[in-house]
């Protein structure tokens, strides 16, 4: 007698059926090597139309993220490839909680997104190691937001100082000499903090935002709205900012409500995701079974009509 089926493998079976998708679970921090072990397991798998992501993560490698939308959206044949290759299945990103940086990258590749209520995703901001501190990270944007202060607050500084200078009622500076003056205090405030700056390390800075802004470029195809693609990459103060669900309609250009399959799903795998989400080894597989091998046509019986040998030429 066959063993009964646990609620995950009847939520799992319910959500592929409804779908027509295979689903893959990926709990905790992408990165390399599950990436390749995920496409593995994929490449060897006899697959279903479209494929689901059921996902929770705090982010991780944007590389690694990457290559999956992008092995998800070629398998799957999810955008046009030109004339005569139309798109034939979809990616969809379902996302119940936290999707941060690398997950929100993740899921641009998809071409349709479920979110539930509690959904939280993050700016996609590269993370660099601390070079002075151990197993710690600062967000890719800190010294390009230092830069951008700097920059204004010379203006404003060399501002205040010229008019304090030019316009004031006890000094008589010219114009030529108040603006010197304003130009050398200037400099002397802020020249030491501009000397804290190691040029090497923002260059290495821009090149990783401009690696993370190519990929999002070549993956985020068809559901992000105008604009979007630039405030994620940029717009946010932080890395930690909380883009909640009404932020998030503000992104895409449509989202859709979860199904009770989905929301089924989720809350069999609920206290799994929560766990692995926190962990140092990630929780990722294909949930399901394999579609069954397509079963072979019989052989064709010959026309009764046609001759079993060329007719004699006498």
């Not at 992000?224 to 932080?238: F, V």
């Amino acid at each position: 007698m066959a063993a009964a089926k646990s609620r995950q493998d009847l939520a799992v079976e319910a959500v592929s059926d409804a779908f027509d998708a295979d689903v893959v679970s990926y709990f905790g921090n992408i990165r390399y090597p599950l990436d390749e072990r995920l496409i593995f397991w994929g490449r060897n798998r006899r697959k279903r139309k479209n494929v689901l992501l059921f996902l929770q993560t705090l982010g991780g490698d944007p590389h690694a993220a990457y290559r999956i939308a992008r092995y998800f959206q070629r398998r799957y044949k999810t955008t046009s490839a030109g004339a005569g290759n139309p798109k034939e299945g979809s990616f969809i990103a379902f996302v119940p909680a936290d999707c941060k940086s690398a997950g929100t990258l993740l899921i641009l590749g998809a071409d349709r997104h479920f979110f539930m209520p509690t959904v939280e995703l993050g700016p996609i901001d590269v993370q660099l190691r601390k070079p002075e501190e151990v197993g710690e990270r600062t967000s890719g944007l800190t010294p390009i937001q230092a830069m951008n202060f700097l920059a204004a607050e010379s203006g404003s500084l060399f501002e205040k100082h010229f008019k304090d200078l030019r316009f004031s009622e006890d000094l008589t500076f010219s114009t030529k000499m108040a603006a010197e003056i304003a130009t050398t205090m200037t400099i002397g405030l802020l020249a030491p903090l501009y000397q804290q700056i190691d040029p090497i390390r923002l260059a290495e800075v821009q090149r990783q935002v401009r690696i993370i802004s190519e990929y999002a470029d070549r993956i985020a195809k068809s559901n992000l709205k105008t604009n979007a693609l630039e405030r994620l990459l940029s717009r946010y103060p932080s890395h930690d900012f909380v883009i909640d669900r009404v932020e998030v309609e503000e992104l895409f250009e449509k989202i859709e409500e979860p199904t009770p399959e989905l929301i089924e799903l989720y809350y069999s795998y609920e206290t799994w995701a929560d766990y692995y989400e926190k962990q140092g080894q990630p929780y990722c597989f294909w949930l399901n079974e394999q579609p069954p091998e397509p079963s072979t046509p019989p052989p064709s019986k010959p026309s009764e009509e046609a001759p079993s040998t060329a007719p004699s030429s006498s």
